[in-house]
């Protein structure tokens, strides 16, 4: 039974990424590897890759938000913060105009801002926007540009191409810009998939976004109602009901825990708290459960046909081993969908599992 509060202000929230710093948790970990990578002799480009609603787009917000209490020299840095499905980012004089005003936004609020070299009011040009890079880089400024939703940029091939790609490697590569990019998958996955040949797609390292680690999400029902401060809004009791119904994925968590805060703040049961959260969730969990159960169909019967069918082709293999070699080229198939394995890779592992390649070369 969920107890009634006279609390009104519920600190959980699911509709899109967490604005106030107050309120974002957890993703310690995440967050040290990002900065260390921010802060290290040579900066190194970070891609943050996960599901959708597993939290990427709060995280790369959150790290533009506090990375001056996160760094010890913070004035070396100017980092902005850009989503690319903003609609003036469409072409690639738009994507330059708009990540420039971002650059000039965080120089603008830097302490020395009146002495540093001034970023140009137009920047619609790569050369130009080089050139004030180099600029920043000579007066000991770090830039960093955190980009949302990298995926809006393909739809626009004609724009963003291999040579606009290959200008932003350039400018990682000379160190004078490095790159956050949020994307559900892997950009070698999109390098392959869209056939580009830049070494972008090779960005410097991946973070794959999970669900929380169990104290992370035991942290997150705790938050308290006031953002200064406070005993948790949920009791323990309702902290329970929410972490069973939510799990660990961050999105089904901080729903299940917004629901639960409601119903303790009107009187409501758990009855109306589950009602709500299934209706809700519905659509999304129906997703995560029907891939879930085709997967598990192609781990137990694909394994076996595949088996089989290498069986067919030359050798002579029992069920028992039909059904492993099957699991193998499975996994091999997933590895190379994801982006994890590359084409010469996975040609190579599949020869071998086949016993049609040969040794180490």
Request: charged letters at 20%.
């Amino acid at each position: 039974m969920v107890i009634p509060s006279t609390s009104t202000t519920n600190p959980f929230y699911f509709g899109g990424k967490i604005t106030n710093p107050a309120r974002f948790v957890g993703r310690r970990a995440e967050l040290r590897f990002i900065t260390q990578r921010m802060a290290g002799t040579q900066m190194t480009s970070v891609g943050v890759v996960g599901e959708r609603r597993i939290g990427k787009s709060s995280l790369i917000y959150h790290i533009y938000q506090t990375y001056p209490q996160r760094l010890n020299d913070p004035q070396r840095f100017l980092v902005g913060q850009v989503s690319l499905q903003d609609a003036r980012v469409r072409t690639e004089a738009g994507f330059l105009q708009t990540v420039g005003s971002a650059i000039a936004q965080a120089l603008s609020q830097h302490p020395d801002a009146a002495t540093l070299p001034a970023w140009p009011v137009t920047c619609t040009e790569l050369v130009t926007f080089s050139q004030s890079l180099q600029a920043l880089a000579g007066a000991d400024l770090r830039t960093v540009l955190c980009l949302d939703e990298f995926e809006a940029l393909l739809d626009a091939p004609e724009e963003f191409d291999d040579r606009f790609y290959d200008g932003l490697r350039a400018l990682m590569d000379d160190q004078l810009l490095m790159l956050i990019v949020a994307s559900a998958k892997p950009l070698i996955y999109y390098g392959s998939r869209f056939r580009f040949v830049s070494r972008f797609f090779n960005l410097g390292n991946t973070l794959y976004l999970e669900e929380f680690p169990e104290d992370e999400a035991r942290e997150l029902v705790m938050l308290p109602a006031d953002v200064t401060g406070g005993p948790p809004a949920l009791g323990v009791r309702d902290q329970e009901m929410a972490l069973a119904l939510g799990g660990r994925y961050p999105f089904f968590l901080q729903m299940a825990a917004y629901y639960v805060c409601e119903a303790q703040a009107t009187g409501r049961g758990e009855d109306w708290v589950r009602a709500q959260f299934r209706r809700q969730a519905g659509p999304y969990r129906g997703l995560r459960r029907r891939l879930g159960q085709w997967m598990a169909r192609q781990v137990w019967q694909a394994p076996a046909w595949l088996g089989r069918a290498a069986g067919w082709l030359g050798a002579t293999w029992d069920d028992v081993r039909n059904w492993i070699v099957g699991i193998l080229i499975l996994l091999l198939v997933i590895l190379f969908l994801t982006g994890v394995l590359p084409v010469q890779e996975f040609l190579t592992w599949l020869l071998r599992v086949l016993g049609l390649g040969g040794g180490s070369q």
